[in-house]
Every structure is written in structure tokens, then in C-alpha cells.
């Protein structure tokens, strides 16, 4: 059986969006090594999502929560 990576949700809002930066990062920095094609594209992907999920995060985790603008 494969083990399941597992995320620590208890951390601050202020470290998870730290390692959800840092990931987003590190996929961008890949793909820009790479040349245009599907690989690339899928990192870039991944990237957008996580940058997508940090801000979702942080909304989830404000007071007073306000639709996204």
C-alpha cells in the first residue's frame, strides 16, 4: 500500500500560505526550465491551483468572510 502524504492543518494561516507560496514557486521555477509543450503546462497548472487554494485558504480562515472579488 502507498503511503498518503499527509498535511498538517493546524498551522498558522500566516505558514500555510508560507508553504503554499513556496510550492507554487518551485513548480513555476520548473517550468520555466522546460520548453513550451505539456509538461509545462501541467506545472504552470498546479502553480495557478495552488496559488488559487492559498487564497481560498485565507479566505476561509478571515473573519467575517466576504465572496471573492
Do not use: I
Not at 520548453?35 to 488559487?52: C, D, F, H, N, Y
Amino acid at each position: 500500500m502507498s503511503e498518503q502524504r499527509r498535511f498538517d492543518s493546524n498551522g498558522s494561516l500566516r505558514e500555510r500560505k508560507a508553504r503554499l507560496s513556496k510550492q507554487a514557486a518551485r513548480w513555476r521555477e520548473q517550468a520555466n526550465a522546460l520548453p513550451p509543450g505539456p509538461a509545462r503546462e501541467v506545472l504552470l497548472s498546479k502553480a495557478k491551483q495552488t496559488g488559487v487554494a492559498s487564497d481560498l485558504d485565507e479566505w476561509l480562515a478571515s473573519p467575517g468572510r466576504q465572496p471573492p472579488k
